[in-house]
């Protein structure tokens, strides 16, 4: 059974600005190892953490829940690997600490 759990706004505003920051993080960096990825990865999905690609799978479900099972409590960032501009992309994030 889940249980809800209730958060300070303070805190979950911190988490906002956090999770902004990350992403913003992790785009960049993604950006900067596109042109590697694209001859490694095209078509797949890749998890990125503290500006590396800590796994990759061609299946975006397989690939969160392994990574969420992996590193707990880390920010990842999933990503399909495709020419389209970052910016244009739907995010796809796993944090998972937060909510447990």
Excluded: Y
């Amino acid at each position: 059974m889940n249980e809800s759990k209730i958060f300070p706004a303070s805190l979950i505003q911190k988490w906002n600005e956090s999770a902004k920051e990350n992403i913003q993080r992790e785009l960049a960096a993604f950006r900067v190892m596109l042109p590697d990825l694209l001859l490694e990865n095209r078509g797949q999905f890749v998890a990125l953490s503290e500006g590396k690609v800590i796994d990759h799978d061609a299946n975006e479900f397989a690939l969160a829940e392994r990574v969420s099972q992996k590193f707990p409590g880390k920010f990842v960032l999933i990503q399909k690997v495709v020419e389209t501009d970052p910016s244009e992309l739907p995010i796809e994030t796993v944090e998972c600490s937060v909510w447990r």
